[in-house]
């Protein structure tokens, strides 16, 4: 085809979005080459070129700068921009196009283009499924930018719009969407959006289990901690209600605080526990009736027990 020449707008965006044919977009332009562009196109028929830059913070990119895809668009309309000094561009998107030459004209640019075919193919029952799965898969995505779903594609120029929506709703890098729009075959368009798809339907799978392991994680823990926090607030209340000596006491005080600094996971953490709970369980504050007479317990044993001297002996020492 016959190479064309129009005023260039050299579109950045942090967020890498690219132009697909037969969409509308609105654009905010600042720079004042692009400004002069639009102001010539409006003049001359409203057609323009937008390409695409690769690096964003790039303020007068030469033809290295952009990528070799760009697309020819129609200005339906302008507006004031966001910004004081922009202009907000309604854009007809049309063809892609191969960029050859960028050259200076006036206060902006005019840049050499050729269209890119698109090939021709005969749209299948397995192409029109395929083309429905990638529309629901990318609707799946949380990234996804919102759209209308569209019907299955009936013939290929339907199938051309259709997968132009579905590749320009998703969250993907700028160089991913200019090899999205530099393929002119419908098969391996499907396939490539595929590979895509799939890939971006793994990632969110893989990071939405990281954030349940984590949620399970955090809630884990937070059952770990909580029950220890109970466990300590338990002894440091059976500590006081024991009523043991202040020695015995302050020495069980200072246990707790090295339980409480003590990761649960260590043995020592199963030592200081243990050893508190046998303190809290004895009885300090009480007593029993125990008859403690040796004279009456060797008569005892004598009137029930025949001889095992030893054992008695043993019985009368412990008493």
Known sequence: MEALKLPLISFRSPTGIALFPGLSYSIDIGRSFSLDA????????????VAFQKHPETD?????????????????????GKTAGSTKVFLSVLRR??????????????????????????????????AMTLQGMAQQLD??????????????????IFLNLVANSINLKIEERVKLLRCTNPVKRLEQLHVV????????????????????????KWAVKNSQGNEFDR???????????DEARKIAEETLDQLRNTPPQSSEFATHRNYLNL???LPWDKSSDDKLDIPEAQKIMDNDHYGLEEPKDRILEFL
């Open 60 to 80: 007068e990119p030469k033809l290295s700068d952009l990528w070799d895809t760009a697309v020819e668009a129609t200005i339906t309309k302008t507006a004031q």
């Open 97 to 130: 196009l191969t960029l050859r030459s960028v050259e200076k004209e006036g206060s902006g640019f005019a840049c050499v283009a050729e269209p890119i075919e698109t090939e021709t193919a005969e749209v299948t029952e397995h192409m029109k499924k395929l």
């Open 197 to 220: 798809l799939s890939r971006l339907t793994e990632e969110e799978n893989e990071r939405v289990a990281e954030e349940e392991q984590k949620k399970a994680n955090n809630k884990g």
């Open 143 to 160: 990234g996804t930018r919102s759209f209308k779903p569209r019907a299955e594609p009936r013939g290929a120029q339907e199938l051309e």
């Open 279 to 281: 303190m809290v369980e």
């Open 38 to 49: 639009v102001k010539v196109a409006v003049e001359n028929g409203n057609r323009v070129i």
């Open 235 to 245: 002894l440091a209340a059976a500590i006081v209600e024991c009523n043991m000596p």
